[in-house]
């Protein structure tokens, strides 16, 4: 059965309405670089009963300064549903946005994957799209979170930096949400889509995430002095700080995280030891190779370990290894701009186009 849906556009806000048949309004936030008149996982909802209002903003702003606009949007879709209860959801910037606009009403329970809860720092994806720490817009989560009677589920991968830095955030600014620490990257949505979590949790939102995370073995067993030092560690090495290599491998959390070891290997490749961010690297990508739960992390993230040591024994001039290494990797993951430019500079331009 067709649902009716209508759009309307908020200066830089674009919105869509999907009605559906529950008493459910999902409002869905979308991810950077979705283009203006689409929106982020609209597929994965428009397979639920749920009614969903779908934001997103245009200027990849991460929905700062919107909140007119957005409450202008919600109030319409809520005289056209009259839902009985309301979900906030999004991942990254999206995560963001649920999260603001959810501790700003009050009025919803929240999901929020991978957010970013302090903005504009080194490393971040936020401060690629321009975003300052100081911006004016940015509110006190803190302050906002003290009268929030509502169910507050945030997501962080820690084999992330960022993630790893909101996980000890969240922990100090909102301390009566649920932190869910996973053994995945920042795009732990994709993942815990690819391991079926997803779609069992937004079917009714009545299922418990932290027992479903666990049936996955997705829970991550890691301190906060290993969190905080992830993530400060991560940011001095995006600021290009020298960050000392044993800062990382003495970590307890070391040995088991991937994330952590490819800070590692990045390290050792700033110092000059190339021999030791190979062998580190490789380690990184055969842990994950081995767990199943691993297989599952998104490609885009896999790729890059293999793709970083081709890029490494491209500028020593070991021209063949890159070669024969690029053309195993382009065997396993599809190709993307960057590694048909690698593939184009290598010359394999034949094996690139398969």
Same mark, same amino acid.
């Given at each position: ?203 009714? $939102?009545?299922? /418990?995430? *932290?027992?479903?995370?666990?049936? =996955? #073995? @997705?829970?991550?067993?890691? &301190? !906060? ?107 396993? $993951?599809?190709? /993307?701009? *960057?590694?048909?430019?690698?593939? =184009? #500079? @290598?010359?394999?331009?034949? &094996? !690139?186009?398969?």
């Amino acid at each position: 059965m067709d649902h009716p849906t209508s759009a309307s556009r908020h200066g830089r806000l674009d919105s869509l309405l999907k009605h559906g048949e529950s008493k459910l309004l999902v409002i869905v936030f979308s991810q950077v670089r979705v283009p203006a008149g689409k929106f982020g996982l609209e597929r994965l909802f428009a397979k639920t009963r749920h009614n969903c209002l779908f934001l997103n903003d245009t200027g990849s702003d991460w929905y700062l300064g919107l909140e007119h606009a957005i409450d202008a949007a919600l109030s319409a879709a809520m005289g056209e549903v009259s839902p009985e209860r309301m979900i906030y959801y999004g991942s990254s910037m999206g995560g963001y946005g649920a999260l603001l606009t959810g501790l700003r009403r009050q009025d919803g329970d929240t999901h929020a994957f991978g957010p970013e809860l302090r903005l504009g720092r080194s490393g971040y994806q936020s401060t690629a799209y321009e975003i300052d720490a100081n911006d004016q817009r940015l509110v006190d989560f803190k302050s906002l979170a003290e009268t929030y009677s509502h169910e507050l589920n945030l997501y962080f991968g820690c084999f992330d930096a960022v993630d790893a830095a909101g996980a000890i955030a969240a922990n100090e600014l909102l301390p009566k949400a649920r932190r869910h620490l996973l053994r995945s990257t920042h795009a732990n949505h994709d993942h815990l889509y690819s391991l079926n979590i997803i779609r069992r949790l937004i079917r009714t $939102f009545e299922r /418990d995430p *932290a027992r479903e995370l666990a049936s =996955k #073995q @997705l829970n991550c067993d890691i &301190t !906060a002095n290993d969190l905080r030092a992830f993530g400060d560690l991560g940011e001095a090495l995006a600021s290009d700080a020298v960050v000392d290599p044993a800062d990382i491998t003495e970590l307890e959390a070391f040995q088991a995280n991937p994330g952590l070891m490819r800070l590692a290997a990045e390290t050792y490749a700033r110092a000059g030891d190339l021999d030791k961010a190979l062998e580190t690297m490789e380690k990184a990508e055969a842990l994950v190779e081995s767990d199943p739960v691993l297989q599952g992390l998104p490609k885009r993230w896999r790729k890059q370990l293999p793709l970083q040591r081709v890029n490494w024994f491209f500028k020593a001039g070991q021209t063949e290894m890159a070669r024969q290494l690029l053309t195993e990797t382009l065997e396993r $993951f599809p190709a /993307d701009e *960057a590694m048909l430019t690698l593939a =184009k #500079q @290598l010359s394999l331009g034949s &094996t !690139a186009s398969k």
